[in-house]
């Protein structure tokens, strides 16, 4: 029998199906970021998803996490105030373009300035995917939308580009064709402190990729591929004169380690540093000796207390849960 991944012990069976359509990049962010906070052994109990209203924004609501589905453009603003009153939280946004960048523009334009602690993923599929692919502030030059049927004539806003000019701690951009990429950054981002945000370009061919001539998930990646660049090579390029307009650039654009507003509020004394592999796996050692303590004692005080049969069951080797489920039955 094949093992469970770990990370999907922490997907809500109960809540499927989910409601994102087939071939959405949506799930690549999921897994990416599982993986991420799974490597980095987080104490799951103290994380706390946030999001707004779109696509993305149904993520957390699949997840098993304490989280807030708030309103459209607002997820940023219920997330600073979770933080400022537990900043022990690790508070993490999901959110869509039109949600973050759109009508929650000022609330991640402030979060940004003031260095606030969270971690903000944003899954930018260029487009409003739920509410059938309406343009967004994101949307390239030319692409067809239903707000947009002969192309879309504004210049997009590159939100990793803003959040790094208005004081960000960490920004990277990743697509969806990168998640190894995407769980790296989000590993990084999530032992810093301060204004934290991974931005995916994320796959939608129901609504987005349809107009656009991509139509499967598949030509989007394969889009993906050939018109990213990477920052050092496109910083590179652009000195040899090469014109890159037509392409999007990835990366990291910004890893700083300015104090967040918590630590400049007094809230917490320590700087966030990042914990050490060993540290983590020696932090986990001491643990897993704690519960195997505490079940022995358990074992001990069934012993001492149990009937034939019970005692009969501890003989045979079967542990607690084992034995508690035998006296269900
Ligand atoms: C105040 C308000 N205005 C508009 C809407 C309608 N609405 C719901 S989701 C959405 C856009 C979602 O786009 P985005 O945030 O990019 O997320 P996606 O669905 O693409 O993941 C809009 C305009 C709303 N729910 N509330
Ligand atoms: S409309 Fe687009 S973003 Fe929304 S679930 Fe479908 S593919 Fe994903």
Known sequence: MSEEHPSLSFLRAERMPHILCEGCGNGIVVNAMLEAMVELELDMEKVVFVSGIGCSSRIP????????????GRPIAFATGIKLANPELEVIVITGDGDMASIGGNHFLHAARRNMDML???????????????????????????TSPYGNPEPPM?????????????????????????????????????????????????????????????????W????TVALHHAEELERQGVDLSAKVVVGEFADR??????????????????????????????????????????LEAIERLSTPRVRRMIELGMDVEKIEEELLK
């Open 61 to 72: 609501g699949y997840l098993k996490f304490d989280s807030l589905h708030t309103t459209h």
């Open 120 to 146: 903000v993923i944003c899954s930018n599929n260029y487009n409003y995917g739920m509410t059938g692919g309406q343009v967004s502030p994101t949307t390239p030059v030319g692409w067809k939308t239903t």
């Open 158 to 222: 590159d939100i990793a580009r803003v959040a790094s000019a208005a004081g960000a701690n960490y920004v990277a951009r990743w697509s969806t064709a990168s998640p190894l990429q995407i769980k790296q950054a989000v590993k990084k981002a999530l032992q810093k402190e301060g204004f934290r945000l991974v931005e995916v370009l994320t796959q939608c061919p129901t609504v987005f990729g349809r107009r656009n001539r991509l139509r499967t998930a598949v030509e989007m990646l394969r």
């Open 224 to 227: 993906y591929r050939e018109n």
């Open 257 to 298: 380690n300015n104090p967040g507003l918590v630590r400049r509020l007094g809230l917490v004394k320590e700087e966030r540093k990042p914990e050490k592999r060993e540290e983590r796996a020696e932090k986990r050692a001491e643990e897993d000796e704690r519960l195997r303590e505490a079940r022995r004692r358990i």
